[in-house]
Nanobody
């Protein structure tokens, strides 16, 4: 069973930074798109960022572009989300996700594997 384990969430003041990590249990993810989504109660899971298998292509939601950076270290089966200039509206549970294929998607429905989620809270 493939597992994704997130870490790095927490409480931060507006304008601060956090770095999320996601460790995958299998090396096969080095050839697959990985992404980050977030969700607040009562709303659908929202795309945040995605990265190609090689790490050469990255994609961002307009709401985080210029503030968040997605990256990956395939030697360690790990992806990261560096979040800078955080805003209260970034408060959510953040989920790491992986596709079975190296084709980017902005839809949560097309990601097959999910982490358990990590809470990010930004205070004003």
């Amino acid at each position: 069973q493939v597992q994704l384990v997130e870490s790095g969430g927490g409480l931060v003041q507006a304008g601060g930074s956090l770095r999320l990590s996601c460790a995958a249990s299998e090396r096969t993810f080095s050839s697959s798109v990985m992404g980050w989504f977030r969700q607040v109660p009562g709303k659908e899971r929202e795309f945040v960022a995605a990265i190609s298998g090689s790490g050469g292509s990255t994609y961002y939601a307009d709401s985080v572009k210029g503030r968040f950076t997605i990256s990956r270290d395939n030697a360690k089966n790990t992806e990261f989300l560096q979040m800078n200039s955080l805003k209260p509206e970034d408060t959510a549970v953040y989920y790491c996700a992986a596709r079975k294929f190296n084709t980017v998607s902005y839809s949560a429905n097309l990601y097959s594997y999910w982490g358990q989620g990590t809470q990010v809270t930004v205070s004003s």
